[in-house]
């Protein structure tokens, strides 16, 4: 039999009792180093020990719970995904997806953090140490090369408790390629201990002993002791015997880190993932929210202020805010409020998804992005218009940031996501069934001082951040500190006109006709174009504007966005004059 | 790191790098360099002395086994001394044949300014690393917090990194700091301009609450023992009539001990010249500008190089 690929299995890399809360342990497997944290919700991240951005060892990073955090330049990687979730450099950019931690396998058996291996390999079960629980032994590490450990482990087997008594029947053998299981038999009692060997690299190891059972409070302590002056005895032996300078025989593949599916070029608005609506439930009157969870895989990270297109049943397309925290990656929670008049998506999603149904979705989008470098941010909620600002308060309550939370509905009971509000409180303000006068002059006093470093989002009904907008810039708010994400584009839309479109970078020449959208004849002259909501409000489909007129039917450009002239939504936004020309 | 004999004659090792070699390095300040007595250190990997002459002036030499660290020094007996200068308050020799002196920094000639050795820092890391960091706007928030740079103003703003007669600078770099003036209550954004006119030397140009036109000068000079080990000279020439030579050293020093632990725990040691080597953003430019003209040297000490070059 020739002996497996050591980095087609999994190995130890740590003990569970290890990865304290909020700490980062160092560990090594087959020549790469790793970072090994647990987030706040028990996951276990085996990452590569490196930034991506400028190499700095994430061993020295924070573990904020969610997230780890570079000393360096503050990059934030998320839970799970290893994605780049900020850089702070750039607070108004979504890192591309495409930045992310290598990240490896992580399994958790006899209270072993596992890691390493082919994508099919399972760390190993043993008899020995089944259906009871383990004590994790203190773990050894040793200057010797693995196989020699293996070897010095069946030659000089180590007595699983101090005293096996008379007549005791002390078995050793190979449990495996890289254990070493130990077994003592008196009368009807048996006692096992088996030893894991981790191989650190070509020229060291670590032995990690786990014994069955949980031995009495009283005897613990003797056997911990025991096993401790076992192992230094065997470690001299080992490390002796391995002379001195280690012969480090590279390991024989390098480790494999999970591959993940990255950013598939967009098409069109073809759905590219598929979930499971984990958990539907009634959060306020009126809205329902929604958990759904990867098929299979883990789902694509995102940054707050993201929505994605969920495709329904009965066909339609909507799109959902994120209301994730950054603690939360493993589902999406969304909330949706159904409209009494429903084109269709709201009812649908309200009367005919159930828990335990599948649907499709797009990758998260962010065109409502978050600074996290403002001296004040306000964060102003309509109704339903909570849930992207949802996912910015946790964001910026995690990262210590102050914000403020205005959240108008009409009464207690229309307040969605009471869990989420709750520990939000220090930066929540409800204020609940004002009049639209009522209302603006709210929003007169919280936007009255504005000061330099503040940024201020609206999220609601049309005419809410219509005035939003409007009593900010008389109260001296910049527009580029106003930021704005409205649910449709209630404008009346024009596509009476017909023009002519160059592509600047393939040459092409096309004719728009009437009727038809720029995107549609753009996607027919073969231009892979992403869209989402097609109606002008969430900033998908844009194009940049080399030449020409441009006439603007959004909801998603700001005055002087619209006045600069250089970009164009062009689901439904179209040439002023007869001919523009876009750098596609 | 590929060993060869060394250029000059007597060297016994030394890196194969023709552009590393050929430079000159500030060594130590020369007012902390003992009198007629050895001081062994390496450079580039190749063991050298050095001190200086009762008339005040600096000596250098490959090491040699008569002359033990602390052993008196005759220069008349010295076999196979090194090239020196005593510019900018250091020891500068090299175990190469640089082409000509050392750059220029015109603001040393002004008679108010003043000019001191603010700290020297034994560092684990490598030349080309230690300036990369000097270079570095984005991490003065994170790293020198409260001090070059506060969270949350991370942000930096669009700037420009221009070659000039063959040398980098980097212009209209903003950052947000806390305390840009010791009169300033609330911080301001500060203006820095960064010049990179040596593969191991870098200088930037800050403005003063003293002087109106002028800027401080703030420079780095590394020394490389070999290219994962380096001593770092923080060198300053300023306009500041306000604080005293140990307050000027113990901010600079300061600062440095924050960048320490950062620079020691990055790998490789060595600087990858490779673009895809790291993941560098917009933020970046100087520290991209530094990378490709290190490529465009040759330099090969003290980085990972290119692949395919
Ligand atoms: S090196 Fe980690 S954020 Fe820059
Ligand atoms: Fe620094």
Redo the contacts with the bound molecule.
């Keep these: 039999m020739t002996a497996p690929d050591p980095g087609s299995l999994l190995h130890p890399v740590a003990g569970c009792a290890d990865l304290v809360p909020r700490h980062v342990v160092k560990a090594r497997l087959l020549g790469q180093d790793l970072a090994v944290w647990r987030a706040d919700d028990d996951f276990v991240n085996v990452w590569a020990d490196r930034?991506i951005?400028?190499?700095?060892r994430l061993t020295v990073a924070a573990n904020d719970g969610a997230e780890l955090v570079?000393p360096?330049?503050?990059?934030r990687y998320s839970n799970r995904s290893g994605n780049c979730a900020y850089m702070p450099a750039h607070p108004s950019d979504a890192p591309p997806r495409r930045l992310r931690v290598p990240t490896f396998r992580s399994e958790e058996r006899y209270g072993l953090i596992w890691s390493g291996g082919s994508p099919e390999a399972e760390p190993p079960r043993l008899p020995h140490l089944e259906g009871e629980d383990t004590l994790v032994l203190r773990a050894l590490p040793v200057n010797a090369p693995p196989d020699l450990a293996l070897q010095g482990l069946l030659e000089w087997p180590c007595q699983p408790v101090p005293a096996p008594g008379d007549g005791a029947s002390i078995s050793c053998d190979s449990a495996g390629p890289f254990a070493v299981a130990v077994t003592a038999r008196t009368g009807g009692t048996e006692e096992a201990v088996v030893h894991f060997v981790q191989p650190v690299d070509g020229g060291r190891c670590v032995i990690r002993p786990v014994m069955r059972g949980a031995p009495a409070a009283d005897r613990r302590l003797s056997i911990l002791r025991h096993h401790a002056r076992q192992l230094e005895e065997l470690r001299t032996r080992l490390e002796s015997s391995a002379g001195s300078p280690v012969a480090v025989r590279g390991p024989s593949t390098p480790l494999q880190p999970l591959r993940r599916p990255t950013a598939t070029a967009v098409s069109g608005r073809a759905p590219q993932l598929e979930v499971c609506v984990a958990r539907k439930w009634l959060t306020a009157e009126g809205i329902a929210a929604f958990e759904l969870a990867p098929v299979s895989g883990q789902l694509p990270s995102f940054q707050p202020g993201a929505h994605v297109d969920v495709h329904l049943p009965n066909g339609l397309v909507r799109q959902y805010s994120l209301t994730n925290g950054p603690g939360l990656t493993s589902v999406y929670r969304l909330g949706v409020k159904l409209e009494p008049d429903s084109r269709g998506g709201s009812r649908c999603m309200h009367v005919s998804v159930h828990e335990g149904d599948r649907l499709q979705l797009s990758e998260p989008h962010n065109n409502f992005p978050l600074r996290r470098d403002a001296a004040r941010t306000v964060l102003i909620a309509g109704g339903i218009g909570v849930t992207p600002l949802l996912a910015m308060a946790q964001t910026l309550q995690r990262q210590e940031l102050a914000y403020e939370l205005h959240y108008f509905a009409q009464s207690d009971d229309h307040l969605a996501f009471g869990e989420v509000l709750e520990p939000l409180s220090t930066g929540l303000v409800k204020h609940l069934g004002l009049s639209p006068d009522q209302t603006a002059d709210e929003i007169k006093k919280i936007t009255h001082d504005y000061g330099t470093a503040s940024h201020l989002y609206v999220c609601g009904p049309g005419p809410m951040i219509e005035a939003t907008r409007a009593i900010a810039a008389d109260s001296g708010w910049p527009e580029d500190a106003v930021h704005f994400e409205y649910f449709k584009n209630e404008s009346e839309l024009h596509d009476a006109s017909s023009f002519e479109v160059r592509l600047a970078r393939t040459g092409q020449t096309l004719v728009v006709g009437p009727g038809v959208s720029l995107l549609d004849s753009l996607r027919d002259a073969g231009v892979d174009m992403p869209s989402s909501c097609e109606q002008g409000v969430c900033g998908t489909c844009m194009a940049t504007v080399l030449e020409g007129e441009l006439d603007h039917q959004d909801v998603f450009f700001n005055d002087s966005e619209r006045a600069a002239g250089d970009r164009i939504l062009t689901c439904v936004s179209r040439a002023g004059g007869h001919k523009i020309v876009l750098d596609l | 790191m590929t060993i060869t004999n060394g250029r000059r004659s007597g060297a016994a090792t030394g890196p194969a790098d023709p552009v590393a070699i050929d430079q000159w390095y500030a060594i130590t300040a020369l007012d902390e360099i003992p009198i007629g007595r050895t001081v062994r250190t390496e450079l580039l990997g190749v063991p050298m002395s050095y001190c200086r002459d009762h008339d005040g002036s600096p000596l250098a030499w490959l090491t040699q086994d008569s002359l033990p660290a602390g052993a008196p020094v005759d220069a008349r007996t010295l076999h196979a001394p090194l090239p020196t200068l005593a510019d900018y308050g250091y020891l500068w020799t090299t175990v190469g044949e640089p082409d000509g002196g050392l750059f220029d920094i015109p603001e040393t000639a002004e008679p108010d300014r003043r000019i001191l050795n603010a700290g020297t820092f034994g560092i684990f890391t490598s030349g080309p690393r230690a300036v990369e960091n000097f270079l570095d706007m984005?991490?003065l928030p994170f790293v020198h917090p409260g001090v070059l740079g506060q969270q949350p103003f991370t942000e930096i703003v669009d700037y420009q990194v221009e070659y000039r007669s063959s040398e980098i600078y980097a212009v209209n770099c903003l950052i947000f700091q806390p305390k840009a003036a010791a009169a300033s209550t609330s911080g301001q954004m500060v203006n820095y301009t960064f010049r990179v006119p040596h593969p191991l030397c870098a200088l930037l140009y800050k403005s003063t609450p003293e002087d109106d036109v002028r800027l401080d000068v703030i420079g780095l000079f590394v020394h490389p023992i070999d290219d994962g080990r380096v001593r770092a000279h923080l060198f300053n020439c300023l306009l500041d009539t306000v604080n005293t030579d140990g307050q000027l050293r113990r901010f600079q020093q300061g600062v440095l001990a924050q960048d320490k632990p950062i620079l020691e725990n990055q790998v490789p040691r060595q600087l990858p010249l490779d673009p895809d080597a790291e993941a560098p953003t917009r933020a970046d430019k100087t520290s991209n500008a530094y990378r490709r003209w290190l490529s465009d040297l040759g330099m090969t000490y003290g980085v990972v190089a290119r692949s395919n070059s």
């Design positions: 930034c951005h400028r190499g700095v570079c360096y330049h503050g990059w | 984005g991490h």
